[in-house]
């Protein structure tokens, strides 16, 4: 899908820019720009999509992405009721990979700074003791200004650089085949995907979202995304029986049912085809590595 191309606030004189959102939902749509990005999730949840990759977020989530990567965060139906218990909160850092190189350029930093924005072409998410790290550091960040600023900054993309406690999102043969052009319509099938991935969805339905046939919608979907709607659809679904199978308040049956499968053989062969375990076997692996973290 192509995304839309979003202006970030940098320019010739700016190019390092903090964010601070407060609101009652993420309201960004479906986007890329030619800045790297660092998103830090400090309240709220719901569904991220980066490149072909889907899997929900939650509080802490700390993201990395690259230039021209599509991406979207998109909060669980719960937020658009503006429940005054709910909010989403976030830091955003928004800086041009350009100004790092330049000046790492002949250093010996140089090598290991070029890695992290290769490897953050597929967007990465931060995990174990450099999340730990990274947390306070843009927690300082937010509190000060000038070159404090830009030194904590530095500090920031030198700790990336010398870590490996990340995860590829995006896979590695993905390509970003969106243009500007087929934004809207991407969008507009995306957030309608997030919002109703609970329940049947009839393919005339969701092509009707994109004023498309069913068929042009099958050919166009997989042209832009490099995956078939049926498997973007099992893959927000799955992503979503995760979540509630880490959470181990329902039953196997009752997290098929809400993540939109009416029927318990089908949501075990669509879990195990994506995640390589059945709900059970996932459910016990997540118990343990909380249990040992």
Known sequence: ????????????????????????????????????????????????IVGDHIDDFDKGDLVLMGPNLPHIWQNDNSYFQKRKNLRVKATVLYFEPAMILNLVEGMEAAAAVKSLFIHAGRGLVVKDDTHAKLLEKIHTIRATDGLKRMSVFLDIIDTLSKSSDYEHLASDHYRNAMSVKDAGR?????????????????LEEV????????????????ARTQKSFVTFLQEIRVSHACKLLRQDKLSVT???????????????????????LSPSEYRKKTKNEMATA
Do not use: W
């Not at 991407?186 to 009839?202: A, C, G, H, K, S």
């Not at 009707?208 to 997989?222: Q, W």
């Open 207 to 222: 092509a009707g979202v994109a004023k498309m046939s069913p068929t042009a919608f099958c050919r166009y979907f997989k």
């Open 1 to 48: 899908m192509k995304a839309r191309l979003m202006d970030t606030g940098l320019g010739a004189n700016r190019q390092f820019r903090v964010k601070h959102v407060d609101e009652y939902f993420l309201n960004s749509p479906f986007h890329f720009h030619e800045s790297c990005e660092i998103v830090l999730i400090e309240e709220g949840h719901g569904k991220r």
């Open 186 to 202: 991407f969008n507009d099938v995306y957030q309608f995907l997030i919002t109703n991935f609970y329940r049947e969805i009839p």
């Open 254 to 276: 009752e997290v098929a049912m809400e993540s939109g499968y009416n029927n318990l053989v089908n949501f075990n062969k669509c879990f195990k085809g994506i995640t390589k």
